[in-house]
């Protein structure tokens, strides 16, 4: 099973600043399938970025990703104040699929 | 517009079963691989078990095999998930969900609470 690790827990940011979240694999994801999901309360989590750096239908551009192997990266270039949330990173490569233990974004 | 919608949860005792529903519509069900994802109250999101797209190919987690059962109706467009032998560490949302390059579709969740 691959465990996925992302840092930092929380990150505390005020709108308009940028947000680096990583997602670190125990071992290399198959074909970079590796998912960033952002989660706001009380609702089902929303599919941001797949296969590590393209952007879902209806995302900003504001987000991005980047990585490969074991190393993956989320980024926001700039904080909305709807950006305030969890975000999850997901591999899909291989069975059991696994996801990360989730970062909260809050404002700071 | 794609739509799922999950149904079948509900207040258990530890031991007990389920059978959660997920009837599905605005794509084509019978050619699409379908999960089920939980999260417990206040914690994380966990994956739980997918099937293939005619029913034949199925994975779980290991935490629920043998205890749960992925199953589909392509003739109803409905994913099932049978539970049982169910656990407090049970106790969670359970999300359908589908997608082909990471999960793009989900329900909106059936609660599950096990308790005595």
């Known amino acids: 099973e691959i465990v996925l690790t992302q840092s930092p827990g929380t990150l505390s940011l005020s709108p308009g600043e940028r947000a680096t979240l990583s997602c670190r694999a125990s071992?290399?994801?198959?074909?970079?399938?590796l998912a960033w999901y952002q989660q706001k309360p009380g609702q089902a989590p929303r599919l941001l970025i797949y296969?590590?750096?393209s952007r879902a239908t209806g995302i900003p551009d504001r987000f991005s990703g980047s990585g490969s192997g074991t190393d993956f990266t989320l980024t926001i270039s700039r904080l909305e104040p709807e950006d305030f949330a969890v975000y999850y990173c997901?591999?899909?490569?291989?069975?059991?699929?696994?996801f990360g233990q989730g970062t909260k974004v809050e404002i700071k | 517009e794609v739509q799922l919608l999950e149904s079948g949860g509900g207040l258990v005792q530890p031991g007990g079963s389920l059978r959660l529903s997920c009837a599905a519509s605005?794509?084509?069900?019978?050619?699409?691989?379908m999960s089920w994802v939980r999260q417990a109250p206040g914690k994380g999101l966990e994956w739980v078990s997918a099937?293939?797209?005619?029913?034949?190919?199925?994975y779980y987690t290991d935490s629920v095999r043998g205890r749960f059962t992925i199953s589909r109706d392509n003739s109803k467009n409905t994913l099932y998930l049978q539970v049982n032998s169910l656990r407090a560490e049970d106790t969670a949302i359970y999300y359908c969900?589908?997608?082909?390059?990471?999960?793009?579709?989900w329900g909106q969740g059936a609660l599950v609470t096990v308790s005595s």
């Open positions: 071992q290399s994801v198959s074909s970079n399938y």
């Open positions: 296969a590590a750096s």
């Open positions: 997901h591999q899909y490569g291989s069975s059991p699929r696994t």
């Open positions: 605005g794509f084509t069900f019978s050619s699409s691989a």
């Open positions: 099937i293939g797209g005619s029913g034949s190919t199925t």
């Open positions: 969900a589908v997608g082909f390059g990471g999960y793009s579709y």
